[in-house]
C-alpha cells in the first residue's frame, strides 16, 4: 500500500537493514538501495527512484479514470440488477408453485372422472349381470313348474291312465324341457398399484432443477427426459438448456434377451396385458399367450380382423375387423360397439377411454359408443396430414399421437414409408423418416434397405419403439425423434411391437417371439 501524505517513508532494504530504497532496478523491476547496485544487482539498468514517478502517476490516474468510468458504473448497475433478479426470483418460483397446483388440480379431477368412469363401467356391468342372473333365475323357477307338473301328469297317468295315456306320457319323459344354462356373467377385478410413485411423477410432469454448479451433462449413458422429450431434441416441446429432470432414463449397454420362442400362430399385432401374458392377432383369431408362448385362450370371428388395442382403463381387448366393425372382448365374446363408415386400418385405446381408428387418409377418435370427437386435416400442400395409417400408439406422458404411414400408392401416397408424431389436438409435430446419425456406433449397416416401419409403441417415459420390417430391427427413439438406439437387429422381418407394464419389449420377427430388455427405469 503507498504511504499516506504526509508521512516519512519507512521502508528500507531488507538485505541491507537501515539503507534506504532510493534506486530502480529495470530488470528486476524492482526498488534497491545503494549496496544492492553494488552487489546483488551489479551491472543492472537502475535509475532514481523520482525517475519513474510519472509513469507511476499516470498508472495512478489511468486506475482511477478506468475504474471510475466503467467498473464502478458496471458494479452499480450489477447492485441494481440484484433488485430485478429478486423480483424475477420470486415471480418465477411463484409461477411455477401456481402451474404445479394447477396440474396437480388437474390430476385429481382426471382421477375423479376415471374413478367415475371406472364405477360407471362396474354399475352397468353389475346390472347386466343381474338381469342375466334373474333371467335364469325365472328360467330355473319355469322349469321347476313345468318339472312338477310333469311328475304330477306321470303320477296321475300311473294311478289311472290306460294303456296308451301311459305309452305317450312314457315318451314325453323322453323329449321334454332341458334344465336352463348357467350364465356367462361378466367379470371385473381392480389391483391397486402398490408403488405408483414413479407413475405419479411422470403425470404430475417434467420438474426440472439444477443446483448452483451442478453439470448438466450426465456422463453414465443416462437419457434426461422432459414429460417424454429428450432434451436435445428439436421438438417444437423440448425444454429449455440446462435443466436435469427428475426422471433418468438408462439404457443399457446392451440388450437383454428375457425370452425367445417361436409362436403357434403368426403374429400381426401384439398387445402386452397386465398379468404378463399377451394378446395377438392372426386372421380371424385372436390367441392369448403366456409369457413362454403356450396358448391360454382362443376366440374365432366371423371375418378378418385388421388390429387389436387394450384399453389402459378397462384392460379389455378393442377389435376393428374389414367389415367396418369396432368390437370390444367381454367374458370371451366381441361385443359391437360401433362402425366405420369405412375399413379400419388399425386401432388405438387412449387413457381418456376414446378410441382412435386409423381410416384411408386420416385417422379419427371416437368415444366408445361411436361418436367421433376429433380428425386429422390437410397439410398446407393439400396432402392428407397420414395417408394410409398401419399402427398408432399414445404417448402415456404427453399423450401425443404417433402413426405409422405406409404411403400407399393406392391411397395417393408415394411409398416413402415414415412415422408422423402429432399432439393432442392431431397437429403435426415432427416425421420421423429412420435417419440413423452417421457418428452412432450402430449406425446403419451397409445395404441397408429404405426405412419401412410396421410396428409402433410408446415406452413408460415417452420415448418411441419403432419395428423396421425391412431392416430386421427395432429403433429407439425420443418422443421428441431424436435417434437413441438401436435396440436389437434380428434374421427375420419385424412385424409387430409392444411394452408391458415393466418396460420389456415383445418383438415378433416373422414366427418368433423375443422378450428385449434395453432400459432400467
Known amino acids: 500500500m503507498a504511504t499516506p501524505t504526509g508521512q516519512i517513508p519507512l521502508r528500507t532494504c531488507t538485505e541491507h537493514k537501515g539503507r534506504p530504497l532510493e534506486l530502480y532496478c529495470e530488470k528486476c523491476d524492482k526498488l534497491v538501495c545503494l549496496k544492492c547496485h553494488l552487489s546483488t544487482h551489479k551491472g543492472h539498468d537502475v535509475c532514481e527512484l523520482s525517475d519513474i514517478t510519472p509513469t507511476k502517476k499516470q498508472d495512478i490516474q489511468n486506475f482511477i479514470d478506468r475504474t471510475e468510468q466503467n467498473d464502478l458504473v458496471q458494479l452499480r448497475e450489477y447492485i441494481t440488477s440484484t433488485d430485478t433478479l429478486l423480483k424475477d426470483n420470486t ?288 397439410r398446407g400442400t393439400g396432402k392428407p396430414l397420414v395417408c394410409s395409417p398401419r399402427r398408432i400408439s399414445e404417448c402415456p406422458v404427453t399423450h401425443n399421437v404417433a402413426v405409422v404411414d405406409r404411403n400407399d400408392k393406392v391411397d395417393g401416397g408415394d411409398r416413402i414409408r415414415h412415422l408422423v408424431v402429432m399432439d393432442t389436438d392431431f397437429k403435426e409435430l415432427f416425421v420421423y423418416r429412420g435417419d440413423i446419425p452417421s457418428t452412432n456406433k450402430q449406425s446403419s449397416h451397409k445395404g441397408a434397405k429404405p426405412f419401412d416401419p410396421y410396428g409402433v409403441v410408446y415406452d413408460s417415459v415417452g420415448n418411441i419403439i419403432i419395428g423396421d420390417w425391412n431392416n430386421h430391427r427395432v429403433l429407439l427413439i425420443s418422443g421428441g425423434g431424436k435417434f437413441l438406439r438401436i435396440i436389437h437387429t434380428d434374421t427375420d422381418w419385424t412385424c409387430a411391437a409392444g411394452v408391458d407394464r415393466e418396460d420389456v419389449l415383445w418383438a415378433v420377427f416373422g414366427m418368433n417371439v423375443k422378450l428385449l430388455q434395453y432400459s432400467s427405469v
Not at 371385473?188 to 411423477?201: G, I, M, V, Y
Not at 417434467?206 to 437419457?223: E, H, M, P
Not at 374389414?322 to 367381454?330: C, D, F, P, Y
Open 91 to 378: 415471480s418465477n418460483f411463484e409461477n411455477l408453485s401456481h402451474k404445479l397446483k394447477k396440474q396437480t388440480e388437474k390430476l385429481k379431477q382426471d382421477l375423479d372422472l376415471l374413478t367415475a368412469q371406472t364405477l360407471s363401467f362396474y354399475h352397468k356391468m353389475e346390472e347386466d349381470n343381474i338381469k342375466l342372473i334373474q333371467k335364469y333365475k325365472q328360467d330355473l323357477e319355469m322349469y321347476n313348474k313345468q318339472l312338477g307338473q310333469q311328475i304330477q301328469e306321470c303320477k296321475e297317468a300311473l294311478q289311472h291312465g290306460s294303456h296308451i295315456e301311459i305309452y305317450d306320457t312314457g315318451c314325453e319323459i323322453h323329449s321334454q324341457i332341458s334344465l336352463p344354462v348357467k350364465p356367462v356373467l361378466g367379470t371385473a377385478s381392480f389391483t391397486p398399484n402398490k408403488t405408483p410413485q414413479h407413475h405419479l411423477e411422470l403425470a404430475l410432469g417434467k420438474i426440472g432443477t439444477l443446483a448452483q454448479g451442478q453439470d448438466s451433462t450426465d456422463q453414465d449413458g443416462s437419457v434426461m427426459t422432459y414429460g417424454g422429450q429428450n432434451p436435445s431434441s428439436t421438438s417444437q416441446q423440448s425444454e429449455p438448456e440446462g435443466k436435469k429432470a427428475v426422471t433418468m432414463y438408462k439404457l443399457l449397454p446392451q440388450t437383454k434377451v428375457l425370452e425367445d420362442w417361436r409362436s403357434p400362430v403368426v403374429n400381426y399385432s401384439i398387445c402386452p396385458t397386465t398379468d404378463g401374458q399377451v394378446w395377438t392377432c392372426c386372421r380371424d383369431t385372436l390367441t392369448l399367450l403366456d409369457s413362454k408362448g403356450k396358448a391360454i385362450q382362443q376366440v374365432k370371428h366371423k371375418t378378418s380382423i385388421k388390429d387389436i388395442s387394450l384399453s389402459p382403463i378397462t384392460h379389455t381387448l378393442w377389435v376393428c375387423d374389414i367389415e367396418n366393425n369396432i368390437m370390444e372382448l367381454v367374458s370371451g365374446q366381441l361385443k359391437h360397439r360401433f362402425s366405420t363408415k369405412e375399413e379400419p386400418r388399425c386401432i388405438f385405446v387412449t387413457a381418456s377411454n376414446h378410441v382412435i381408428v386409423g381410416l384411408t387418409n386420416n385417422i379419427s377418435k371416437f368415444t366408445t359408443q361411436g361418436q367421433m370427437v376429433l380428425t386429422t386435416s390437410v
